[in-house]
């Protein structure tokens, strides 16, 4: 058991229903490749909490205060945190925890909040104070502070804003401030022996580096920098920056030295790099939250690097085009797939005043270049990063981009790209600032905490269901159909010969099918709904669009095409309903939508479930309809088909949990269709269930499968038995309570999604680096 | 002349007979339980199974199941 909850913090002492589970667990963590090593320390401190937790879960002794009832936090020692949304102050104390804390659950009355030192690191580099974070938490805790709270807050931000990382002149700068003013001011003596030692650190540092890293460091540029008094100061090998960079951060990070870089962009008083005229349009209003969002990023006048999370469908490209805006330099902007690309460009030109000609799109298709000497280029993540030949054409707009210092790098859908492609694309491309901007920070492997370094703290989330209560996304009904296996379907799905059908059977179960055509039907003609039927595997996805005469979009469907059923769906009142395979899940725009129907999905993916649900997230009708008490409780509707009795039950629980975190909840509707609707439906005889059956069992394994993009590296660690402790913490999940990933049943249960010839996970290392992230949709 | 079996009467949803028969088909010839198939929501079968049947189920129940590691 002890051993148990090292790896579950939250596991207080429950009894855990799954002890096969983590026997596996512990055969996983011997696994250490690269970043492993890492993340098995924060095992380790999570072990030795562990036990300190039986104490820490007595509250008895927590002295409250005799206003207790004004206030509106409980802070325990533990460093969590919870705040009751009912209370009069709630919007203050939110928006203060956001900036120093983890949301972890957020549900309608109360939220937990976890305080970590990435978040700490967050807090202060938004010019939150020690001390100020200290009293307003006082100020607003029921309770007084617990010491160890205190500490912590002091141990994490002591630190801050010592070591700064400057670009200039295109070489990266790493200076290292040791003395504030005012400890100049105390004591000299002091200050001497403070820099001694404060000295040592970072030579030490240094000298780890370089010994990794064979000499990257000028050490004598290192040597000739300490002689300064006040500011110590290296150049950081220019040959090989973009690497360098990422490992200096990452080691300067809290839980390896502890000295937090800061990464700000002074763009006002930058005169090297040209500026850029652009402003927003006034018809451009940023809603509250966008402007608070960027308040943080530009707090003090100048542009900190770092990831905001909106939700989809909240307007996170005016975010970016503002930050823009504001920075008026150039700016690169990276997408995922060429549509995205085609979208940022518009959404550049519809928000600002950019001329056409100082914008550019960089994809296989379009080659544009921006005249002047500044300008906008917006690109995919893989143009950028891809390793192999290029056009003579390419090349020199690559090169282009290479030698210009940026002075923002914008990056949308951050969760979505695999390290590697990052560390690839940062290394790439020089830029004072970045941006990354995300609707789901939240992956299946562990690559989350990498952001930290990568780009930069967390600088803003939203709450999603203040965003809903406030008109600004829908308002959305969130429901799970449960459909009963057909005798015939659960007889073939329990053979085990089978077993790689499994999906297939319970995806083509007759009565999900039924309840399918069903419900597009009800919202087609009782409501004029505009529908999206999102299908996983392939085959179902044909089976059930030709079955139903709907057009459908997956993988292999030419760009052109895809515009144009895209465009059908916009305008036409005839197309109310398209079917999509995951290509739809992100970035591509369909606001009309506001009915999902999902009838099959990937495992267990929760960042699918909440990129799916964003894609109705954007607010229809009336804004007075829309808030509470207005005409329409609910204006979008997001149904889950499941198949009862089979694995789908255990993926679609799973799939929901960071929806459900975000304070959604879902309904469970057990009778659809209704008993009486009978022929009126497909698959009402039994002779056309069983030739359903027939195909579904004729049909090859491989036809069966899932649809594997390319764009599917994030995932491939679903497809491993492994899960490390603790290692998502920083960013998502507040030391791994919530997102702790379980790939369990993978194995156990037999999937039936290996085998497939094209799984990047089976690939030779070499080429799944090169060919990890390419959406299909975007050759090169 | 009337036959008289001893036996347990089971009633079930429509998968979970059929889980039940699957169970019945994949042991070997002198273990299989299954008197009588009445229809497709009721078994008749040996009375000494119930235990068995009711272990399996619910593992294999548990194993549909998701529990959000606390």
């Known amino acids: 058991m002890d051993h148990h909850k090292s790896h579950h913090r939250g596991d207080k002492g429950r009894p855990s229903k799954k002890p096969k589970f983590s026997n596996k667990d512990d055969h996983s963590s011997k696994f250490v490749d690269d970043d492993d090593a890492y993340y098995n320390e924060d095992a380790e401190d999570d072990y030795r909490d562990g036990e300190k937790e039986e104490r820490k879960r007595d509250f008895s002794k927590l002295e409250l205060k005799p206003d207790h009832a004004n206030r509106p936090l409980w802070a325990c020692a533990d460093g969590r945190i919870f705040l009751e949304t009912f209370s009069p102050l709630y919007k203050q104390a939110y928006d203060f925890l956001i900036a120093i804390a983890e949301p972890v659950c957020r549900p309608e009355s109360m939220h937990e909040y976890n305080l970590t030192p990435h978040s700490l690191y967050a807090a202060v580099s938004v010019g939150l104070e020690t001390e100020t974070i200290i009293s307003v938490l006082n100020k607003l805790s029921k309770t007084k502070l617990p010491k160890e709270m205190i500490d912590f807050i002091h141990a994490s931000t002591a630190n801050y804003g010592k070591v700064k990382l400057v670009l200039k002149k295109n070489r990266y700068l790493v200076l290292k401030r040791l003395l504030q003013d005012d400890v100049i001011s105390r004591a000299r003596i002091v200050s001497e022996n403070l820099h001694g030692s404060d000295g040592f650190t970072v030579s030490k540092a240094a000298g780890e580096i370089a010994t990794g890293h064979d000499g990257l460091l000028n050490e004598a540029e290192l040597a000739a920098a300490a002689e300064e008094k006040e500011t110590h100061s290296f150049e950081i090998d220019p040959s090989q920056a973009g690497f360098i960079v990422e490992n200096v951060k990452q080691r300067c990070l809290p839980n390896a030295l502890n000295y937090p870089m800061l990464e700000e962009y002074d763009f006002r008083n930058d005169n090297v790099n040209p500026d850029l005229n652009m402003e927003l349009k006034p018809h451009a209003q940023p809603r509250p939250y966008q402007e608070k969002s960027l308040s943080k990023m530009f707090g003090n006048g100048r542009a900190r690097s770092g990831i905001i999370v909106l939700p989809c469908g909240a307007g996170k490209s005016l975010v970016g085009v503002s930050a823009a805006c504001r920075i008026k330099k150039s700016c690169l902007c990276l997408a995922t797939n060429a549509v995205s690309v085609d979208q940022w460009a518009f959404q550049f030109k519809l928000w600002s005043t950019i001329q056409d000609d100082q914008i550019c799109r960089f994809t296989s298709d379009s080659k544009e270049r921006f005249r002047g000497n500044a300008g906008v280029v917006v690109t995919t993540y893989n143009m950028v990063a891809f390793g192999g030949k290029r056009s003579e054409e390419s090349e020199k707009i690559i090169e282009e981009i290479r030698n210009r210092e940026w002075g923002l790098l914008l990056m949308d859908e951050v969760h979505v790209v695999p390290a590697h492609m990052f560390r690839k694309v940062i290394s790439l491309t020089k830029s004072h600032c970045k941006l990354g901007l995300t609707a789901t920070l939240v992956r299946e492997d562990e690559r989350i905490t990498d952001l930290n370094f990568l780009i930069g703290p967390k600088l803003y989330e939203a709450n999603w269901l203040d965003l809903v209560k406030g008109g600004f996304i829908a308002n959305v009904q969130c429901a799970e159909v449960w459909c009963p296996m057909t005798k015939e379907f659960f007889s073939e799905y329990l053979k085990k010969e089978n077993s790689k059908k499994k999906q297939a059977l319970y995806v083509m179960n007759p009565n999900k099918f039924r309840a399918c055509e069903f419900l597009i039907r009800f919202h087609e003609q009782q409501r004029g709904d505009k529908i999206i039927v999102f299908a996983d595997n392939l085959f179902a996805l044909t089976e059930y669009a030709m079955k139903l005469r709907k057009p459908m979009i997956y993988g292999a469907t030419s760009h052109v095409e895809r515009t144009k059923i895209l465009q059908a769906f916009k305008c036409s009142r005839d197309v109310n309903t398209i079917f999509l395979s995951k290509v739809g899940d992100n970035s591509i725009d369909i606001p009309e939508a506001n009915v999902i129907i999902q009838i099959s999905s990937h495992a267990g993916s929760r960042r699918q479930e909440a990129q799916r649900l964003g894609r109705i997230l954007r607010a229809k009708g009336k804004l007075e309809d829309r808030m509470a008490g207005g005409k329409e409780e609910y204006n979008a509707f997001f149904y889950s088909l499941v198949s009862t009795d089979t694995q789908e039950m255990f993926y679609s629980t799973k799939r929901q949990q960071f929806l459900i975190d975000q304070g959604y909840s879902f309904k469970v509707i057990t009778s659809l269709p209704p008993p009486d609707s009978g022929a009126d439906l497909s698959y009402h005889r039994l002779d056309e269930q069983l030739a359903l059956l027939g195909k579904v069992l004729s049909a090859g394994d491989d036809a069966v499968g899932l649809e594997q993009l390319d764009e599917d590296a994030d995932d491939i660690a679903l497809h491993k038995a492994r899960r490390m402790a603790g290692s998502m913490s920083a960013m998502s999940g507040a030391q791994g309570m919530v997102y702790m990933e379980y790939s369990t049943g993978q194995k156990k249960l037999g999937l039936g999604q290996k085998g497939k010839p094209k799984d990047p996970s089976k690939r030779h290392y070499l080429f799944k680096r090169r060919f990890g992230f390419i959406p299909t949709m975007d050759r090169l | ?70």
């Open chain 2, 1 to 70: 002349m009337v036959n008289a079996i001893k036996g347990l009467f089971i009633s079930c949803d429509i998968p979970m007979a059929q889980f039940i028969i699957n169970m019945n088909a994949s042991m070997p010839q002198s273990q299989k339980f299954i008197i009588h198939i009445l229809d497709s929501t009721h078994l008749f079968v040996q009375p000494n199974m119930a235990e068995m049947i009711r272990s399996a189920i619910a593992e294999f129940r548990d194993q549909n199941s998701y529990e959000k590691p606390a």
